[in-house]
Each structure stands twice: as structure tokens, then as C-alpha cells.
């Protein structure tokens, strides 16, 4: 990217000032090395979004920040309801409430090592990954409306979980203003045989080592020590999700054409949020929210049982469940004033900093968890998030490292066999049902994820806690 | 990735163009159904490059304000059938009149061993969104698609 076209703030901080139809200034936090190798089309992007109704403060993108679809990846916008602000499909996309949750197994990496393999081999047979895969979960209409409403409560309920992880997730594991009724039958039936399914793509169960403790205080709190061990899934609100963005992204583009207003970008197509579209939205949007929390305490469950199989005297606990693709509704400060803001979140983690009403009373020293996706050979990092990311981000911080290449280009250069086989020489061991799906996601076309966080941290958005290598990777 | 995957051999009629974290599909044909039908071809590439054989038939009719947003809903429709039907699908025949589409796609059931599926679409998205006529006789229906 053209850094002649920002206002360099500080060190990390880089400021592109209003023009055009822009409404608000947009700021990018990164380090000079992350902003140079940013694709042209985020600073595009972050114009496009700045250019939104009822937009506050700025358009923001984080360290991670690539071309996205209306909104960059990594790219968080806030909006005020009584100031004609709008919701935006694109804003939250096609995967809502697409997240990270890890979980402490109690066994350290020196446990691990005699059974990795059969351990690898049972996690791929029981947790349902990748095209064509079905879940053991069949719902009907009714339980179909209950998992919508309740989440990962839902799951729970159904034996699926346990209670004690309901604080330890967003929302308290249940997102309220979900409404199932703007739920099409369309969606619906995607997800009947979906639920406890991982997906495919960049979606993941990892085992993983915790190599480096970079704060031991916010670590203990955490419950995490060096070669611990700890199980970290990626994935989202599955076909359902899938099909409530699809669904309201058309009926957006339509609106928006039908009432005269000409977008920059389809993609950033949007409603007032004071209107019968943008309700219908937010109430569909918090229903996959809860389809993705349940869907990820599933996943847990199964987990769980693989784990208790191999080492009957641990127990797997929840640290943390957080998604990166959601708009919120969240109360934050605004020149001196607390006002109740829409936050889009597309490809970015919320991070609460310490002392958060928002968080667990035993969180709330430490601050949030904030947790990292990296590439399967790379590694992943867990973080805090920091007070100093409200009045920068509306408490946001990056979700991963962020893809380097397209996966047209990936395939061009890697062989999925030859990843397989040299990542099991490092002692990671993949399974996948494709080698091409691995090449794809090969590490190499991701970005340098430990460039990602460090940026992260001296931005002030989030601190780095713990870096985790993978010993196991289930992929779809 | 190009092909000719259920085309006259070497008449290369569809291909994959590179997205950041995605990837985009574009069909080219005499005739803007053809163009749908070898995007759709593109779209079933992005999953598998194994043989997909044509057992079983599905029927599906959209409509939309404008034929780009057509195009989305053919791509979109297909993703629907991919999902809840477990199926990959290898040919494809298209009536496009006006804004309304109707199409069969022919395929058969995913088997993970064969066809090794390498991704899930998510859904088609309206970025590099575009359906036109090129001139001499070239329409071309291109997207990127969500996987």
C-alpha cells in the first residue's frame, strides 16, 4: 500500500484523513512492514465504509486487516441508531459469528507424545469435518427454534456441554435479541444435519503446546503454563449462517436499489438499523450467533470425550469462546459520553480490557481473552486485551494472521502430501479429507502471524499472554 | 485453474481468478446461460477436480431485479443444493428469460474418499461481480465466491 496516503499518528497508528463522501477519518493500526504488504483494496475498503450513515469516530482495520467483501477483513465500524445508523450484512459476513474458543486439558505436552498419533486418529473420526460430512445431531423444527434462542445454554441443556462453560463465553453462552422467526426455512434446512460440524476451509480443531509465556501473571490467571497442553476450534454458525448472510445481503442490495441509494461496493449494502430490514437482520444475525456458540460447545463435547478416552483422570475447561465476525450492541464512550453503538466486528476479536463489567469476576484483572488463529505450522497466540483498546477500537483487537496469498496462488506453489509430511517431521501431525485443502491453507500463504499480535500489542489494542505451537491438526 | 471439464476437449470455458482469501469463478459462453452454466462448472472446481458423474438430477428456478444479481442467485441456488442434498454436481443446463432463471444440475453424492472435497463454498458474493456480453459473440458471468 501507498503510505503517502496516510497521516502517520504514531509509530502504529496510520490515519487516513476524511475526503469524498467520508463521514469519519479511517485508521489503520499496524507496524510499517504490515501496512506496506496491505493489499490496495483495504484502504478502499475502509474509504467505502467511512462513507456509511450514522458511522462514529472512524473506520477502523486492524493489524491483520485484507480485502474483504464491502468491509476489509479486519475491519471494525460502529454506528449510532439515533443518528439514521445502519446494519450492514457485509459488515458481519458470511460466516456470523464465526470464532475461537480454547479449552485447558490439565496434560502437558510430555503426556501427549506416546499417543499423539492415535490421538490425531480419533479426533478426525469423531469430529465431522469438511464437504459432505453430517453431524450425529439431527434437529426438528421445535429443537431447531430452541437451539436459535438458547445457544450454547441449549446445548448444554441437551447434554451436550457443561455448565460451568457458560461463563467462560460471550454473551454468557446466549445471545439475547435473537429472534427464529426471521430465520428462513432455507437457512434452516442447511443447518438440520449441521450442527457439530467443523467445516473447511481456514476452519480448525487444534491440539496445541503452549511454547512461550510472555505474561506470567495474566498466564496464571488463564490457567496456562509452558508445554501445557490445549485444544483451540475455529469455525462459525456453519450453512445456517452461511445462508441468513446470503439471504439478507440480496435483500439489502434490493432495498437499497429500490429506494434510490447507489453504494460504492454492493457487498456494503445495509439498512437503518430503525427499520423493518435491519430488525429482521439483527434478529437472524443473533440467532446464528447462538447457532455458532452452540455449534462450538458441541464441538467441545466431543472433544471432551476423545480426551476423557486417552486421559480419564482430566477434565477439559473452558478458557475462553470468542467470535470474530458479529455486530454487537455494546455501550462506549464517546467524547465524554456514553452512547449505545452497533459494532461491526468483520474479522476482528472483541477485547475487552481489564476491569470490564463485561467480563467474569475472575477474568476482570487480567482482561479478556483474545485468541489467535495462525496457520497450521505457525503457531497461534492467546492475548489480553487491553483498556487502552476501548477509546482506540471500541475494544477490538486483530483475530489471525491473515492470508499472505490466495489460495489459487498457494496451490500453484505447495503440495498438500509434501505440507503433510514435513510439518509431521516437526511433530505435527494433519489430518485432512483433502491435500489439496491443505495446500491451500498451507503456512506459507499466511501472513507472519507473530508480526500480526506484536503489532497488536504496541498499538495498545491486546497483549501477548501465551504463544502455542500445534502437535495436532484436524481439518475440513 | 482452468478447464474443460464437461465442455467440448479443449475449449477451455471457465476459470478460477485469484481473491486475497478466496477465490473467484468466471464462465465465458455464446450466450449468457452458457456462461452461468460453465461458472457453475468453475464453482463444482473449487470443491473437486475428481470425476463427478451425473446420476442424479435437481431442478431450480431464481429470480432477481437484474441479471448480475441472477447470476448470484444461480451460484447461490447451486450452493443450497451442494449443502443440504450432500452432492456435487457436473453438468448443468440453463434457461435464462429475462430476469428469471431455471436450471438442472446433474451430480451425485459427495464420497470423501473420491472426490476429496477441498472446500465448502460459503455462498457467492457480489464482489468482482460482472455479466457481460464481450462483443464478437463472448458473454462472460464472473464472482468471487466465499469458501
Redo the contacts between chains.
Sequence with gaps: MDLARFTRVDEMTWRIEPHGAMRVPGIIYADEKLMRDM?D?VYEQIVNVATLPGIVKASYAMPDA?????FP?GGVAAFDAEQGGIVSAGGV???ISCGVRTMLTGVKVSDILSVQKDLADSLYRQIPA?????GAITLDAIEMDAMLSGGAQWAINRGWGEARDLDRIEEGGEMVGAIPACVSE?AR??QRREMGTL????HYLEVQAVTQIFDTDVARTYGLDEDDVVVTIHCGSR?LG??I??EY??DM??AA?ASGIVLP???L?CAPINSDIGQRYLGAMRAAINCALANREILGHFTRRVFAHFFPDESLKLLFDVSHNTCKVERHVIDGKRRQLFVHRKGATRAFGPGHEGLPADLRTAGQPVLIGGSMGTGSYILAGEASAEPKAFSSACHGAG?AM????A?KQWSGRKIQDDLATQGIFIRS?????IA?EAPGAYKDVGAVVAAAEHAGLARRVARLRPLICIK? | ?NGTLGTAVGETKWE????????GIRGFGKTVAEAFEQAALALTAV?T?AEVRPLISVTVERE??DIE?LF??WL?AI??E???R?MLFSRFAVTVDGTQLRGTLWGE????AR??????P??????A?KVANEGSGVWTAAC?V??
Design positions: 493489499d483494496k485484507h480485502w474483504g467483501y464491502g477483513i459476513g458470511f460466516d469438511g464437504v459432505g460430512s453430517t432455507r434446512e442447511r467445516g473447511s476451509g481456514n450453512g452461511h445462508q448472510g446470503t445481503l440480496r442490495v434490493i436499489k461496493d454492493r457487498e449494502a492470508r490466495s489460495r489459487h496462488a496451490l479429507p483433502s491435500t489439496r485443502g491451500e475440513g | 485453474m478460477h481468478f485469484p481473491h486475497a482469501a478466496d477465490v470443491v477436480t432477481a431485479p444479481l448470484v442467485e447461490n450452493i443450497y451442494m449443502a443440504v450432500k453424492a459427495v464420497d470423501v472426490h476429496a472435497p477441498a472446500c465448502e460459503k455462498g457467492a458474493t457480489y464482489t461481480l468471487i466465499d469458501v
